[in-house]
């Protein structure tokens, strides 16, 4: 397997440590990211290392030099093992990273799921342009479909709200402040000087003890205390980066192959907040001819944390128990059989996987609320969008009834009036198809109701 | 009695025949003329169908409609009048005649105006009554045959290959069937002075057995149930035309009760009909005195016999003392009696005793 991107590269000396080493990275700031504990790309490698004993090959250039790695990992210490380490001339000034191994696995089992992960990939990440060449030889192509992309998240540092024990033991025992008091402030955001007297009062810490004196208790009880104190100002959302409603329809009406006519209504929420981690949920809705050719009946559901695509577990995730139990569908006109798509994105600091394997999202109440109040609003657009389309269905069923009967009443009127020639009947169906252009009309614009904003 | 009758009927065919062709014209010249076409007729609700005192028979009232091509919801029924209409055309043209359930058969292969069942086709066809004002015997449109006439009365068939071909009606000795023949003959010669209606077949048989058509000098007449129009429109014609008392023999209960009012006072849905009531006609039993009087076998009213007799009761055509009395008797005894209960006191009871006292009394 061979990855390849044109990103900015990685500084030479990190090389070693981030490939060949499970677990390198500490992050004493919070933004959101795709990975947490940078444990992905380590473990393909492990994997195949174990199922190949084949080295890995990391070649990467922020611009200047390449360097070129080869590398294995001792497993029994966690480091990484260096075969190779070629510098070498870059002479068409290539920047980005490649990685080569070889592993085993199944790839025909696993093809569908492949694509759909890039096809999704793709969806939400408008800006990226992704080639695929399988083991067979074949091309796919996601060609991007814009060049704007999403403003970066900024680093943050974390809410109190948000802390675990050993982050707190982290943040204690590299800290240089000097007293309890100085340090909420410095680590913590949404600290001032009266929260942080106030908040060390409640938890019966002093405000000038010194943190390196805290037993494991005191940082148990300070964990403990935090989750319970309501006078942190909210959590500072500028550390997200949502798709944004300009990008996520530009990725969907592309990856959805969306054709004028057909129905997208794309909502970003507001950030919001659960347990001291902000949020941003974002969804997208799609109906219309296209997506009768490319699914069945029913919701269908796409679903994104952190830009990530989620393929497993759908029907145990919160996005499934929004879309099968919370809303009815029949509010926006949307019959069992109509087969629309639903795209839910959420970004955040943490995104609350139900399990270790990051399958699917838990229904935590805050985040479930706003995942079903953003597939509303896009909903209610929906709803007008199928109206219109019931409309202009029953204008054509009528036209159509006009154009069966009256040939057959001056067929039969002919014959009864014992006459040779039919009338003509042309000038009363175009007097029934006059309003017919106007309706077809209203139903083009409707596409443009993606984007509005709410 | 008329000299050539068939040319009579000859005459009535050729008026049907235009009548179906101007409704033809009329249409085919709303269509030139740019319009949606649309044909005018009486409203067949029922708030439109108004009882005549003086008529003795529901009529329809002023209000009219309007069947219009234009409107989404008539369009099919229009386009079903339409095909009707030519369909009539072609059976007076070709003097063949039809029945209901045919013409709901025939419009089938039509996409998109066969008939979705006969109700429909049926309606259609009472439509096509209306706005041309003729009862769709005249279209050569007959009910299915099961009603039948016995006795001396000779009749001369219009019908084709039988012109001017005449029969007695005691020839055949199950009675003749009323079909179109029969509803489109005249009656050239009679000797009977008066008509016994019965509801029932095997009452009929037994009459005819018996010789009661001799001993009352009677023309019998079986209705089979709820008598078709084409045997209303006989018994009126033998009333009227022939002054032949008219005498109706039916079951003891609700039902048989308005199987005698229908052919006296005619029924709501031939509301638009004239020449089917026969005012004159008298319901002899069996009434709910009789059942007390002979001490005839009895069943129980039912729940629905009791419902339907109540609204009997406040019919506008049960206003008259004979029929309020015959209900309150049935409602207070609560018993019914079919016309065979007489056999009770044997088969020929009913000839020997009961018919003649019955008719003496009247």
Redesign the interface.
Known sequence: MRVEDNGTGLPPEHIPLCFGQVFYGSKYTLKQARGTFGLGGTITILYGQITTHKPVTIASSTGGEIHEYELMIDIARNRPLILKHNVIENKKSWRGTAVELQLEGDFSRIKSRLLDYLKQTAMVNPYADITFVDPGGRLYKFERGTEKMPPLPQPVKPHPHGIDVENFRRLVSITEAKTMKAFMMEHFQGVGQKTAEKFLKKAKVGLKTKPNSLVPEDIVRLVRTAREFNDFQRPDPSCLSPIGEELMETGVRKELDLQEGDFLKVVTRKPATYLGFPFIVEAAVATGPSIRKQFKGGGNIIRFANRIPLLFDESSGVVWKVVNRNINWSTYKVSSDTPIVIVVHVCSTKIPYKTVGKEYMADQPEVEREITNAIRTAARSLRVYISRGIRIARERR?LG??E???P???E????????EEP???E??IN??SARLPEVEEKIKEVPTIAGETT | MQEKPHREAERQREATETSLKQLGNLIYEQIQNREFPWVMMQSRSTDNIIYDPELRQYILGPRTIRRHARNIRHIRPFTQLVWTSWFAKELVKLRKTSTLREVYYSARGQRDIEFSGQPESDNIITDLEVALNRPREDFGIFPEERSAIFGDLTVEYTVPGYEGRRMNLTDHPDGVMIGPAITSSEFVETSVDKVLVIEKGAMFTRLIEERAHERFNALLIHTAGQSPRSTRNIIHRLNKNHDLPVYVFTDGDPWGIHIAMVIISGSANAAHLRGLATPEARWIGVWGTDIIDYKLPTENLTENDLKRLKELKTDPRYKEDIWQREIDVFLKISKKAELEAFSRYGLTYIVDEYLPAKLEDV
Do not use: G, Q
């Not at chain 1, 039969?412 to 006459?419: E, G, H, I």
């Open positions: 009528r009834i006009f069966k009967y009256l057959k009443i001056a039969f009127s002919t014959k009864l009036a014992d006459r009338p003509e009947i000038p009363l007097a029934v």
